[in-house]
Nanobody
Framework: QVQLVESGGDLVQPGGSLRLSCAAS????????MGWYRQAPGKQRELVAL???????NYPDSVKGRFTISRDNAKNTVYLQMNSLKPEDTAVYYC?????????WGQGTQVTVSS
């Protein structure tokens, strides 16, 4: 049974930084593509960052240069370092594990960017 547990969400001022963590269990973590998604109120869930088993990463233009995804296979954990945060980054952030057409999701962690 896959379990993904996110942590690190908080209230932060514009221009600030946060690091999200997602601890995985129940999977062979190192072979999974891991991702971070977000969903703001009234909007669809959108991709924030992906990292595959080989360490290659992918970001949409909206966060490129500000967000960095990384993984520690020894700790079964994926991270999202978020810098230069903007109010439009406010959302619930979800961790995702993907392999062979099957996705698993965490419960989400709230990130609020506001002065």
């Amino acid at each position: 049974q896959v379990q993904l547990v996110e942590s690190g969400g908080d209230l932060v001022q514009p221009g600030g930084s946060l690091r999200l963590s997602c601890a995985a269990s129940g999977i062979i973590f190192s072979v999974y593509t891991m991702g971070w998604y977000r969903q703001a109120p009234g909007k669809q869930r959108e991709l924030v960052a992906l990292i595959n088993s080989g360490g290659s990463t992918n970001y949409p233009d909206s966060v490129k240069g500000r967000f960095t995804i990384s993984r520690d296979n020894a700790k079964n954990t994926v991270y999202l370092q978020m810098n230069s945060l903007k109010p439009e980054d406010t959302a619930v952030y979800y961790c995702n594990a993907y392999k062979n057409g099957i996705s698993s999701w965490g419960q989400g962690t709230q990130v609020t960017v506001s002065s």
